[in-house]
């Protein structure tokens, strides 16, 4: 989906508030987590060069004739109706779709576990509904990225891997 520029800078927004420790709510941390709530001092915001170190907004908007992509990554692939990553040692590249065929809300990869694959298959794949505060699917929608931002940078969750709740 073809979403505004106004939800995806509310998106970063709330990313900003969660990781800087400046949102509300995190004084809703489970009791045995609140005394390792902190400032993580990481401010998120939109590439202002792209790779080839043009002028650019960070937003890469795609025309496609693809209706749904599912988990098999191809939303990361120009030929297969998405777009291409950009280098991973210097953006977090984050695609927003409209559908994943499995239901999913969004999906990341722990780096561990694609250590040979890191440049085809870095980075995150989220659907519109789930980004931002304007036309998301529900109150937590606007935590779904910070979820897996959390699998982006190889963090499992504190209940184990065994089921998809978010924390």
């Known amino acids: 989906q073809n979403i505004s520029d106004a939800q995806i800078n509310s998106q970063l927004d709330a990313l900003n508030r969660d990781f800087r420790k400046l949102n509300a709510d995190w004084t809703n941390t489970p009791a045995a987590f609140q005394g390792l709530v ?4 990481v401010q998120f915001c939109l590439a202002q060069q792209d790779p080839n170190g043009n002028a ?26 998405g777009a291409n990553i950009w ?67 190889n963090l499992q969750h504190v209940w184990g891997n065994s089921n998809a709740q978010i924390g």
């Open 38 to 41: 902190a400032d993580c001092e």
């Open 56 to 81: 650019t907004t960070g937003i890469n908007r795609v025309s496609t004739n693809v209706t749904s992509f599912s988990t098999n990554n191809a939303v990361k692939y120009t030929a297969q109706g």
């Open 87 to 153: 280098d991973r040692n210097k953006y977090l590249n984050i695609w927003v779709t409209k559908d994943l065929t499995n239901g999913a809300a969004a999906y990341a990869y722990y780096p561990t576990s694609i250590a040979g694959l890191m440049y085809t298959v870095d980075g995150i794949i989220a659907r519109y509904d789930y980004v931002g505060t304007i036309g998301a699917a529900g109150p937590y929608a606007i935590h779904v990225l910070w979820h897996e931002i959390g699998h982006y940078l």
